[in-house]
Structures are given as structure tokens and as C-alpha cells.
């Protein structure tokens, strides 16, 4: 059996991000990293179930989810990092509007522009975190 390594990647990316908000980031890290795994849950259970066109529609409706989720937690907490993860999620739900709107099959520019946007995220939480874990560590010298 044929096992591509991208995917197995992406979701050690993705726990061990996550697993790195829930120990060492605040709230908003955890909010937000408890949404990315509800949505990559989400999106993997989606394309594991539904034919091609509904699939499309419903991760539209998944990335305009994710969207409202992360504006909520920028409203709540008011994070530099958050502003970065609510345009990357923009530019997703952009992206799957494109390809629906002209009736576009994903191709490898699709994959290569979902999978860096993944990553972006990803890269914002870490942000998040790493700064959190400094405000601690600067409370705590005092």
C-alpha cells in the first residue's frame, strides 16, 4: 500500500501545534486551536463522505465557519496573531469560491494554495503561543 507522506505531515502538524496551544498558549490559542482540529475533523469526515459537488459546497460552508469562528475569537481577545489566521481563512474561503464559481476541478495550484494557507494558520497559532508563553515568562521575573 502506497502512503503519501503530505497528508501524515500536515495532521502532525496540526495535533502538534494544537497539543503546544492547550500546554503552553492562553485562551485564545486554545479557542483557536480547538477550531482548527473541530474543522480539519470536519473537513476530513466530508471528503470521506460526500460526492464531488456537494463535498465542494460543504467545505465552502465549513471555511465561512472557520472565518466566523476566528472573527468571534479576534472580537473576544484582540490578538495580533488572530488578524493573520481571519485573512488567511479569507483568502481560503476566496479560494474555494474561485474554484466553484468557474466550475474548476482542484488541481495542484488549489492543493498548493490550501496547503500553504494550512500551514499559515498554523504559523499564526504558533505566534500566538510563543508570545503568551513570553508575557509568562515576564510576569513570572518580576
Given at each position: 500500500?502506497?502512503?503519501?507522506?503530505?497528508?501524515?505531515?500536515?495532521?502532525?502538524?496540526?495535533?502538534?501545534?494544537?497539543?503546544?496551544?492547550?500546554?503552553?498558549?492562553?485562551?485564545?490559542?486554545?479557542?483557536?486551536?480547538?477550531?482548527?482540529?473541530?474543522?480539519?475533523?470536519?473537513?476530513?469526515?466530508?471528503?470521506?463522505?460526500?460526492?464531488?459537488r456537494p463535498e465542494t459546497?460543504?467545505?465552502?460552508?465549513?471555511?465561512?465557519?472557520?472565518?466566523?469562528?476566528?472573527?468571534?475569537?479576534?472580537?473576544?481577545?484582540?490578538s495580533p496573531w488572530l488578524?493573520?489566521?481571519?485573512?488567511?481563512?479569507?483568502?481560503?474561503?476566496?479560494?474555494?469560491?474561485?474554484?466553484?464559481?468557474?466550475?474548476?476541478?482542484?488541481?495542484?495550484?488549489?492543493?498548493?494554495?490550501?496547503?500553504?494557507?494550512?500551514?499559515?494558520?498554523?504559523?499564526?497559532?504558533?505566534?500566538?503561543?510563543?508570545?503568551?508563553?513570553?508575557?509568562?515568562?515576564?510576569?513570572?521575573?518580576?
Amino acid at each position: 500500500m502506497h502512503v503519501q507522506l503530505a497528508p501524515f505531515l500536515g495532521w502532525a502538524a496540526t495535533f502538534l501545534v494544537c497539543g503546544l496551544a492547550w500546554t503552553k498558549g492562553g485562551p485564545a490559542e486554545r479557542w483557536g486551536s480547538a477550531i482548527i482540529l473541530i474543522g480539519a475533523v470536519a473537513a476530513g469526515l466530508i471528503q470521506m463522505l460526500l460526492p464531488a459537488r456537494p463535498e465542494t459546497i460543504a467545505l465552502l460552508l465549513l471555511e465561512g465557519l472557520y472565518s466566523l469562528a476566528f472573527l468571534g475569537l479576534a472580537l473576544r481577545y484582540a490578538s495580533p496573531w488572530l488578524g493573520g489566521a481571519m485573512i488567511l481563512q479569507a483568502i481560503q474561503f476566496g479560494l474555494h469560491a474561485y474554484y466553484i464559481v468557474g466550475e474548476r476541478a482542484h488541481d495542484r495550484g488549489f492543493y498548493l494554495i490550501n496547503n500553504l494557507n494550512s500551514i499559515g494558520v498554523l504559523i499564526c497559532i504558533l505566534f500566538g503561543i510563543f508570545a503568551t508563553w513570553r508575557k509568562r515568562g515576564r510576569v513570572a521575573a518580576r
